[in-house]
């Protein structure tokens, strides 16, 4: 294995997850009695450049183009996604004679805004199952995936981007040089893009072993995004830090010609990340022992729930969850069966752990005792939507960072 940004064989391990199956493969019942591939799930980072990242083990076209996740079904993303589309129109001055492109543009969840605005937009989304919904939300969608040949078909077709936004999908990108060239050649000389990923400070602090799956071929600081992006001859010039994903950061970056300097914002969250040891490799190698001790931690409620004789079930089927249900080896003996607003999930089972997956409606149905919010980094909008159960004395439980009641969601609102 080498590094993907800088060509480097020299790669400390972080933290090893053992082998688990794609996350986003659910099983249907069909598929219970057939052989589940797994694959190693190790987290290594570069001693030269620092990038985290674990090997690509499974190409995108293997999980996208038949795709699980739809982003609509998050209220609160796609209030974030609104929001973005509000703020860089204002930012950049966008209007009907401005272009907009976003790469994996999902279901239309972001793009529906700018529709909505009159501006001229495209949305790149390689999963054809998504890429139709957000045809039916009347989102111009090109069912593909972006490489460099097609950045330059897109241009020559449809003019150079005034904004291309990238979010959530640059830790997606096994050619990770490519990727990035591609995504300048989108862009006007002048133009602007937009970077949204989950921010490796948060991940190695907190313990969010969970976002660590195949899908995420690598994690990025401030540091290391900025080296990545200077390979295609653009220049970070200001971030913003999100609650978003349990904390994620926004990068702004234009061609390194007109790019001007960097941001205080982006001086105060390199520092950050300085101080929190992660220029140097050293700091990365607590992320085990804080990995160890989460599982121990849930393990040890669930144990005692379940000594308890009480009923748990799960909340959510996603990538990180299955992640997290693998990794602490939890299955239907401690979490009885989880629900999603997904209708794709629904009498299917998680990869690995084979969970079942009913509706939300489940819930109201049994009672449960203990409800386990595995998107946690949603666990305000979760907590909303299940205030209903308070009214038997159910409770809902948050894995991460540590696992911690919310025994009253009657009274979240905010």
Same mark, same amino acid.
């Given at each position: 294995?080498?590094?993907?940004?800088?060509?480097?064989?020299?790669? %400390?391990?972080?933290?090893?997850?053992?082998?688990?199956?794609?996350?986003?493969?659910?099983?249907?019942?069909?598929?219970?009695?057939?052989?589940?591939?797994?694959?190693?799930?190790?987290?290594?980072?570069?001693?030269?450049?620092?990038?985290?990242?674990?090997?690509?083990?499974?190409?995108?076209?293997? $999980?996208?183009?038949?795709?699980?996740?739809?982003?609509?079904?998050?209220?609160?993303?796609?209030?974030?996604? #609104?929001?973005?589309?509000?703020?860089?129109?204002?930012?950049?001055?966008?209007?009907?004679?401005?272009?907009?492109?976003?790469?994996?543009?999902?279901?239309?969840?972001?793009?529906?805004?700018?529709?909505?605005?009159?501006?001229?937009?495209?949305?790149?989304?390689?999963?054809?199952?998504?890429?139709?919904?957000?045809?039916? %939300?009347?989102?111009?969608?090109?069912?593909?995936?972006?490489?460099?040949?097609?950045?330059?078909?897109?241009?020559?077709?449809?003019?150079?981007?005034?904004?291309?936004?990238?979010?959530?999908?640059?830790?997606?990108?096994?050619?990770?040089?490519?990727?990035? %060239?591609?995504?300048?050649?989108?862009?006007?000389?002048?133009?602007?893009?937009?970077?949204?990923?989950?921010?490796?400070?948060?991940?190695?602090?907190?313990?969010?072993?969970?976002?660590?799956?195949?899908?995420?071929?690598?994690?990025?600081?401030?540091?290391?995004?900025? #080296?990545?992006?200077?390979?295609?001859?653009?220049?970070?010039?200001?971030?913003?830090?999100?609650?978003?994903?349990?904390?994620?950061? #926004?990068?702004?970056?234009?061609?390194?010609?007109?790019?001007?300097?960097?941001?205080?914002?982006?001086?105060?969250?390199?520092?950050?990340?300085?101080?929190?040891?992660?220029?140097?490799?050293?700091?990365?190698?607590?992320?085990?022992?804080?990995?160890?001790?989460?599982?121990?931690?849930?393990?040890?409620?669930?144990?005692?729930?379940?000594?308890?004789?009480?009923?748990?079930?799960?909340?959510?089927?996603?990538?990180?969850?299955?992640?997290?249900?693998?990794?602490?080896?939890?299955?239907?003996?401690?979490?009885?069966?989880?629900?999603? %607003?997904?209708?794709?999930?629904?009498?299917?089972?998680?990869?690995?752990?084979?969970?079942?997956?009913?509706?939300?409606?489940?819930?109201?149905?049994?009672?449960?005792?203990?409800?386990?919010?595995?998107?946690?980094?949603?666990?305000?909008?979760?907590?909303?939507?299940?205030?209903?159960?308070?009214?038997?004395?159910?409770?809902?439980?948050?894995?991460?960072?540590?696992?911690?009641?919310?025994?009253?969601?009657?009274?979240? $609102?905010?």
């Amino acid at each position: 294995m080498t590094c993907r940004l800088c060509g480097s064989e020299s790669l %400390r391990s972080v933290v090893d997850l053992g082998a688990t199956p794609p996350c986003e493969l659910f099983l249907t019942a069909d598929g219970l009695n057939a052989p589940e591939p797994t694959y190693p799930l190790h987290l290594r980072v570069c001693e030269a450049c620092l990038l985290l990242q674990i090997p690509a083990l499974i190409l995108p076209e293997e $999980t996208f183009v038949d795709y699980a996740y739809y982003a609509s079904f998050s209220d609160s993303w796609v209030e974030h996604a #609104r929001h973005y589309v509000a703020t860089a129109v204002d930012r950049l001055g966008l209007d009907e004679t401005s272009r907009v492109v976003e790469v994996a543009s999902n279901d239309g969840y972001l793009l529906q805004h700018v529709v909505e605005r009159g501006i001229p937009c495209l949305g790149i989304e390689p999963s054809v199952n998504v890429g139709e919904a957000a045809r039916e %939300r009347g989102v111009p969608t090109l069912t593909a995936f972006l490489d460099e040949s097609l950045a330059e078909t897109v241009r020559a077709e449809h003019g150079p981007a005034n904004l291309v936004a990238a979010n959530n999908v640059y830790a997606h990108v096994p050619d990770l040089l490519g990727f990035t %060239r591609a995504l300048r050649t989108l862009m006007a000389d002048d133009g602007w893009l937009t970077i949204e990923v989950h921010h490796a400070l948060q991940l190695v602090t907190f313990g969010q072993f969970d976002t660590i799956y195949h899908e995420h071929f690598q994690y990025y600081t401030v540091l290391s995004i900025t #080296r990545a992006l200077a390979t295609a001859g653009l220049t970070v010039v200001d971030v913003d830090v999100l609650a978003s994903h349990g904390g994620s950061i #926004r990068v702004w970056a234009q061609p390194e010609g007109v790019a001007g300097p960097p941001s205080a914002a982006v001086g105060e969250v390199l520092a950050q990340e300085e101080a929190a040891g992660l220029h140097d490799v050293a700091g990365y190698l607590d992320l085990a022992s804080r990995t160890q001790l989460a599982r121990q931690n849930l393990l040890r409620f669930l144990l005692e729930a379940k000594a308890d004789g009480k009923r748990v079930v799960g909340y959510g089927a996603p990538g990180k969850g299955n992640t997290l249900l693998n990794y602490c080896g939890i299955r239907s003996d401690l979490l009885e069966y989880t629900v999603d %607003r997904n209708p794709y999930k629904h009498g299917r089972f998680t990869p690995g752990t084979r969970i079942p997956i009913h509706p939300p409606e489940r819930i109201a149905e049994d009672q449960p005792d203990i409800v386990l919010i595995l998107p946690w980094n949603l666990e305000t909008e979760i907590a909303r939507q299940l205030s209903y159960v308070a009214e038997w004395g159910g409770e809902l439980v948050s894995p991460l960072p540590d696992v911690h009641v919310i025994s009253t969601p009657s009274e979240v $609102t905010s």
